[in-house]
């Protein structure tokens, strides 16, 4: 989008934009793709829910509203059910 706004602003050719299309998907995968082949099996669907962190997920609060929580270590996730516990 630079590359073309740069011909919009200053009237001049285009620009060489060199990306890898391939990166960004397996970044958006993880380690699926490596699964994958290592195993021949697809992972099941899992929703919101990580299978590769706890908790992870989308829950229903008390009053019927949802929050969205990620605790991606050990550590963080012991410090956010401390929190949840002292405020209850």
Not at 27 to 47: E, S, W
């Amino acid at each position: 989008m630079i590359a073309l706004r740069e011909v919009e602003r200053n009237g001049g050719k285009g620009q060489v934009v060199d990306l890898p299309l391939l990166d960004p998907l397996f970044a958006m995968l993880g380690p699926q793709a490596a699964n994958y082949r290592l195993t021949g099996r697809l992972r099941q669907r899992t929703g919101s829910r990580s299978t590769n962190a706890a908790p992870r997920n989308a829950y229903r609060s008390k009053d019927g509203r949802y929050i969205g929580l990620s605790g991606s270590t050990q550590k963080m996730a012991e410090r956010a059910m401390a929190r949840s516990v002292a405020r209850n």
